[in-house]
């Protein structure tokens, strides 16, 4: 197990006392295991759920932890963002996969993302919709993450950009950015570029195959 992860994991468990960890040793992942309380703005309880929470320790602080949910209060369906498993999805796989390529903190991504994931579930419980909104499913998801994360909504002009990605054709900083706003690329989209240069290549192909479909389709 490495340092970092030592030492998050003892700063986690100081904090979340509900929870015992299981290095596994002879596994790839480590296991933390415990229960969650849910509270509302106002402090009161709302729910419990126990999860495991599975941390490859040969990766970490690079990798994505695996959340799931053991108690089976959620319903097993997409619409919940579960799968048949009790595997949660947390977050678009952009996002996390970003997040993992620039390391993450066990106690920030519990706060971050697991937590919210579980009270904004409660919610949806109690009143029938997420507090704070939902990425769609399948190939949704990815359109509304490049249009509002990414300010870009032209399939046409996302796929020219992939592709000048995986060529490494990308403009330089003072060069009129690729999204025709007579703007300069630096104040421009030069930061959501970045966070799509940081994604595995495997993500860019994905992407760029799926905004291809779309056109095909409108077509």
């Known amino acids: ?23 596994r040793s002879e596994k790839q992942l480590s296991m933390l295991s415990g229960e969650i309380d849910i509270c509302g703005t106002d402090g009161n309880y709302w729910d419990s759920f126990n999860i495991e929470i599975y941390i490859n320790k040969e990766t970490y602080p690079f990798c994505i932890p695996i959340i799931i949910e053991t108690s089976k209060k959620i319903i097993r369906h997409k619409d919940w963002h579960i799968s048949s498993e009790g595997i949660c999805c947390l977050d678009i796989h952009h996002e996390l996969e970003y997040l993992c390529r620039n390391g993450i903190n066990i106690v920030s991504f519990y ?26 499913h399948d190939f949704g998801a990815v359109i509304e993450f490049y249009k509002k994360r990414l300010n870009l909504s032209n399939p046409i002009i996302i796929i020219e950009l992939l592709n000048n990605i995986l060529k490494n054709t990308i403009p330089n900083r003072n060069d009129k950015c690729f999204c025709d706003s007579n703007l300069k690329y630096k104040k421009c989209h030069l930061k959501e570029v970045e966070i799509l240069r940081s994604l595995p290549k495997e993500r860019i192909l994905k992407d760029l195959k799926g905004f291809k479909a779309t056109i095909k389709l409108s077509s």
């Open 1 to 23: 197990m490495s340092s970092k992860l030592d030492k998050d994991l003892k700063v986690f468990l100081n904090i979340y006392n509900k929870f015992e960890y299981d290095e």
């Open 111 to 136: 706060q971050k993302k697991i937590y919210p994931y579980f009270a904004n579930t409660v919610y949806k419980k109690r009143e029938g919709y997420y507090a704070n909104g939902e990425y769609l």
